[in-house]
């Protein structure tokens, strides 16, 4: 991510001769300034490396085991564990669930998102309350707000009844009940609760974008709709590529909001892989087996990352683009 | 400062020129052109927020009836209005004692954070030393690995040091997980602080930690407070590692409180969304409270 701008040159070069550095010969004031970067570091290193780096290195390690968190783990059976989770057609199930939530909330949440963003950027009354209210869905714990909408969807609830009062009735569902449905109801929810996120992201990139061009724009005689899709939209490229980026890992990831209004169900329609992962690992104490879908989750993540920075938003962290601080 | 600083007055300038400011002539023209899509502006900011709010309106709105009044009329509104169901969760003491650990176990998760990401995002933007950059990707890295991927392992290593039921238990993990995001806000903001400044102040005699923690410190604050209020949401509304962690109803923070309770009383609807519409009051105050800071956060986060 762009957020930090390489060493700006000018000053890279200028430091170490600069005039409170100019003792550097002296070893004394070395080791100071080594103990003081150890001093500042290590307790932060420290913490990561316990609590991150470690236990992802451990994962990888385990998944080439079959073991079940107690035991000696001394059952060593190489990729046993991959072939056995990508032969498993609930676990293809479930990735193909995560991909198509991908692509869903992208399809949904950015025009969704960018439309009322931009309707939003103009002059009316209430502004600033309608940005707060829009943000309170994405502030609300994932769990409150799944079982706000359990409690909503189901059968002869609040949507149903809603539904039928104004002559829809005939479209009742098994919301969160039926194979078929679930999965768009969830991106219903989804979208209530993340498409918030989208529109201050984008509003906060408007921000960005000169009102001068859109007076220019006036004048020379373009509509409203025709400035935006020209000029407003294009200057707000890089703010959109990090929100689809954000977006994608999000979505692989996803696990609160499932996991507190289906559990993955029925019949594992709305699994995702997290779900599938804290299913096995902790449900059923397939601690190799569970490390090993941990390991695919991290490697479509990665590689999902990878491509679309190499391919989408190169163009953003290239040195030209980027703003100087 | 750092452009996160400058957004709310960008904004607050905005707002000011829409009042009729000097720029206001800039405006008028256009806004008398879109006389009539004005009105379909507002009706479509209506339908947004009443789509946002319903459902939870629907909560708050639905704790006032009764179970059997909500069967019997899901849409309808409260009639008579009972408040027995909110009395319920606030004299409980399983409510006050889940917000009392969800409150311990986020202010540790943010101190813990923001204490250790402000001192290495200090040393990554103020020294120079050998592989000061390689430490940065490496922090950076982080971003990428989600604590879903670590679970298992977390879990087992949280377990062998006894830490499972532990407010550290939650903290540590969730701080250390936060902590990219810091170092990565943090980082340019001090950077941006002058060199001028530093060597002035070291000439004065101040030495390089005495920079840190009196002058450093201070003037980056609005990048601490943005970091903090990232981690404290964060670990407020953390479902899946108080999950594993904490075995204990005891030890429960709210959002388990709301899951447990949730399927405890699954036929008592209007019980459920009792304690659900109290367990969200403190995260809408806290927003509120700190909506700048987060929406200046993520813009922060999003462009340098």
């Known amino acids: 991510m762009p957020t930090h701008t390489p060493v700006t040159p000018g000053r890279a070069t200028a430091r170490p001769g600069g005039p409170a550095r100019a003792r550097r010969g002296s070893t004394g004031n070395d080791w100071r300034r080594r103990a003081e970067v150890a001093l500042l570091v290590l307790p932060a290193l420290a913490l990561f490396l316990t609590f991150v780096l470690v236990p992802m290195v451990q994962a990888a390690y385990y998944s080439l085991f079959n073991w079940n968190g107690l035991e000696a783990l001394d059952d060593f059976i190489g990729f046993g564990n991959y072939s056995l989770a990508l032969g498993d057609p609930v676990f293809r199930d479930a990735i193909g669930h995560n991909l198509l939530i991908v692509v869903l909330s992208i399809l949904i949440q950015l025009p969704l998102g960018l439309g009322i963003a931009l309707l939003l950027n103009r002059d009316i009354r209430g502004r600033g309350v309608l940005r707060t209210l829009i943000f309170v869905p994405y502030v609300l714990a994932e769990v409150v707000a799944g079982v706000i909408w359990l409690l909503m969807l189901q059968p002869n609830g609040v949507v149903d009844e ?29 979208t209530w609760k993340y498409v918030g996120f989208a529109i201050i992201l984008f509003l906060a990139g408007l921000q960005g974008v000169p009102q001068e061009l859109h007076e220019a724009a006036a004048l020379d005689g373009a509509s409203w709709w025709q400035t935006q899709w020209n000029i407003t939209i294009p200057l707000l490229g890089p703010t959109i590529r990090i929100w689809v980026f954000l977006s994608m890992i999000g979505s692989l990831q996803l696990f609160d909001m499932v996991w507190i209004m289906t559990g993955g169900g029925p019949a594992n329609a709305s699994s995702t892989m997290v779900t599938y992962l804290i299913s096995q690992g902790f449900e059923r104490f397939r601690f190799g087996y569970g490390s090993a879908v941990a390991v695919i989750l991290f490697a479509v993540s990665f590689l999902l990352a990878i491509t679309y920075q190499q391919l989408v938003m190169r163009r953003d962290t290239a040195p030209t683009s980027g703003r100087v601080r | ?99 009392l650990n969800s409150t311990v176990v986020a202010t540790l998760t943010t101190v813990i954070a923001v204490g250790l990401g402000v001192m290495a995002a200090y040393a990554l933007s103020r020294y120079q030393f050998r592989g000061r950059e390689a430490l940065y990707t490496f922090f950076t890295l982080g971003l990428l690995f989600p604590l879903t991927v670590a679970i298992l392992p977390l879990f087992l290593l949280l377990r062998q040091m006894q830490l499972t039921d532990t407010t550290l238990g939650v903290a540590l993990p969730q701080a250390a997980f936060a902590l990219p995001m810091t170092v990565v806000i943090l980082r340019p903001f001090l950077r941006a602080l002058p060199d001028e400044l530093e060597d002035a102040a070291l000439v004065d005699g101040c030495g390089r930690l005495g920079f840190f ?92």
């Open chain 1, 162 to 190: 809603a539904m039928a009062s104004v002559g829809l009735g005939g479209l009742r569902q098994l919301w969160l009940g039926d194979p078929d449905v679930v999965l768009f109801t969830l991106m219903v929810v989804l």
């Open chain 2, 1 to 99: 400062m750092s452009a996160t600083d400058q957004r709310p007055d960008t904004r607050a300038s905005d707002g000011h020129r829409s009042g009729g400011g000097p720029a206001g002539t800039l405006d008028r023209a256009p806004r008398r052109r879109l006389g009539v899509s004005t009105v379909a502006v507002y009706l479509v900011a209506a339908v947004v927020t009443v789509a946002t709010l319903a459902p939870v309106v629907y909560a708050v709105l639905g704790a006032f009836r009764s179970t059997g009044q909500i069967t019997a009329d899901p849409v309808g509104l409260p009639d008579p209005w009972i408040s027995d169901n909110y009395v319920a969760v606030l004299t409980s003491d399983t409510f006050w004692r889940q917000a």
């Open chain 2, 213 to 304: 923690w009196r002058i450093a410190l201070p003037l980056s604050g609005p990048g601490l407070i943005t970091v903090g209020v990232l981690a404290f949401v964060q670990s407020w509304n953390a479902y899946l590692l108080p999950l594993l962690v904490l075995g204990s109803p005891d030890a429960y923070t709210l959002p388990l409180g709301v899951a447990t309770f949730s399927t405890q009383y699954t036929q008592d609807t209007a019980a459920v969304l009792a304690f659900t519409s109290l367990a969200m009051v403190p995260a809408l105050v806290f927003f509120l409270l700190a909506q700048r800071r987060i929406v200046g956060g993520l813009t922060g986060a999003v462009k340098g």
